[in-house]
């Protein structure tokens, strides 16, 4: 009796207490593939313990059949499930080229299909001289395919470890307790020469990872039970979401973030943001990234433009905050796309000091660069143009005509202007003004002059030629205001027009 209490306790006990962890796992977040699959490994780990005490208590005389299928089979599943939840965690199937991952299960659900097949798995007609079962090829081989899986979990947790995954500090330990405690039990099997000792106490070692893994999830699974919820404000926010570390690293990145960038989220993650942002100084964005990092100074409307993977310019506007995920500082940013409400904006300061007609400056710009140089106090000529007849062309020819005669002496000018200093726009109907140097006021004359001797040609319509009256003023001895100046050009202009001179 008092046998069977302490088998009872021995294996029932763990058994009950991996299903009970299941299932607060599960009810945590059942909507969570990592709750999910964690759940599921604690239910097959306490297959595992319940195959055991059948295999010892309930029915001794087929300790070798339990041992091989039932036993066996639950601790390879185990090791597919642990190996798929550590890839799950340490975010691995996102990032790139993550999915042929998933060919490492193979091995695995190949050998587990394939434990029906007795030859396959042990030689039945032989035994040990305990009496255990001599395993076979495909029994061999899970065992080694098993190894591999543990090995690549622990290599996982390390890396994790490293990047200071709080997590996976309590993962390494629980491993290294569960390799411990193999050891020891594996020692004593060699050490007494009691193989059935290494089979009955071998399966307390999943104590250890298993309670650090739960421990893990209650203490830093920063998702919590509303992760669901929170994943779809994530996924559906109208603005992006991005978190960074310290090397521009890309953390966590929303589809609105790929959208703006023009790139794939699982090519984005674990990935350094630089790259992506085209027509950048990258080693200056980063230089000034690590600063913000390093003074943990936040970002307000801070603007950034870039060149994503389809050569689109964007302009984005962005806020950032600091946050610690596990023990570990992050930088948490909000961005928003605003390359149209740019491009309006851009728009309507082009709008507000070009012509629409001609695309010269219009009177406010022309204003403006009058009063630089005029501040200036360096001498100038101040040049008022006036295309002859425009009233005839438009009523001969139709508008449409006129607005061409207007535009083909737009650039006329822009081409005969061609020095830094000299300054064009159209002050408004068939009204031009100049600011020229001193020097070069006579060749730039001449040079209209010369051009408007070829005549105006236009699709489906007779050459036209054109003409224009000038008048120039100068600067500081006509006049040292816009109007005084633009009076004396005006007589001079209309002095020339009188006497008809191109």
Known sequence: MMELLFFYILYLVPASTFIFMAGMVYSYNRHS?????????????SMWFFGVFTSVVTYPDLFNEIMIYWVNGAVAITALLSLHLWLLTARMYERKNGKFLKLLFVPG????????????????????????????????????????YLLLIF?????????????????????????IWTSVMLAAALLFQETRIFFYLIPHGSLFWGGAVFLSIYRFDYLSSYEKRYQVLFNRSPLGIMILDEEAIVV?????????????????????????????????FLNVHQKLFKERL????????????????????????????EEK???????????????????????????????LSNRAAFEKKMAE??????????????LNKLKLINDTFGH????????????ILQESTTEEKQHVARLGGDEFVLLLDVEGTDEVIEQIHRRLESPMKMINHEPIYLSASIGVSRYPEDGETFEQLYRIADKRMYIEKGKGQK
Not at 123 to 144: A, I, K, M, R, Y
Not at 252 to 279: C, D, M, T
Not at 333 to 344: P, S, Y
Not at 377 to 384: M, N, P, S
Request: net charge negative; hydrophobic share 45%; proline share 3%.
């Open 33 to 45: 593939a990592r709750h999910v699959t964690c759940s599921l490994l604690y239910a097959f780990t």
């Open 109 to 148: 659900v190949v050998l587990v299909l394939t434990m029906p097949i007795d030859s396959w798995m042990w030689n039945g007609e032989t035994f040990s001289q305990d009496h255990l079962f001599v395993p076979g090829l495909g029994l061999h081989l899970l065992w080694l395919v098993e190894f591999v």
């Open 155 to 179: 290599i996982i947790t390390v890396k994790e470890m490293r990047q200071g995954s709080m997590s996976a500090k309590l993962w390494f330990k629980g491993l290294i307790l569960y390799f």
């Open 252 to 284: 966590e990145a929303s589809p609105r973030v790929s959208q703006y960038l023009g790139v794939k989220r699982e090519e984005l993650i674990q990935s350094s943001i630089v790259p992506f942002l085209g027509g950048v100084d990258k080693q200056e």
């Open 298 to 325: 936040s970002l307000e409307n801070a603007e950034l433009s870039f060149v994503n993977k389809q050569g689109e310019r964007k302009t984005i506007v962005m806020d950032s905050e600091f946050i610690l995920v």
């Open 329 to 359: 500082p992050l930088e948490f940013l909000m961005v928003k796309d605003i390359t149209e409400a740019k491009r309006k904006e851009e728009r309507v300061q082009y709008l507000a000091y070009h012509d629409i007609l001609t695309g």
């Open 373 to 386: 140089l005029l501040n200036r106090e360096e001498a100038f000529h101040f040049l008022l143009l006036d």
């Open 400 to 411: 449409q005509v006129g607005d061409h005669a207007i535009r083909h002496i737009a650039t």
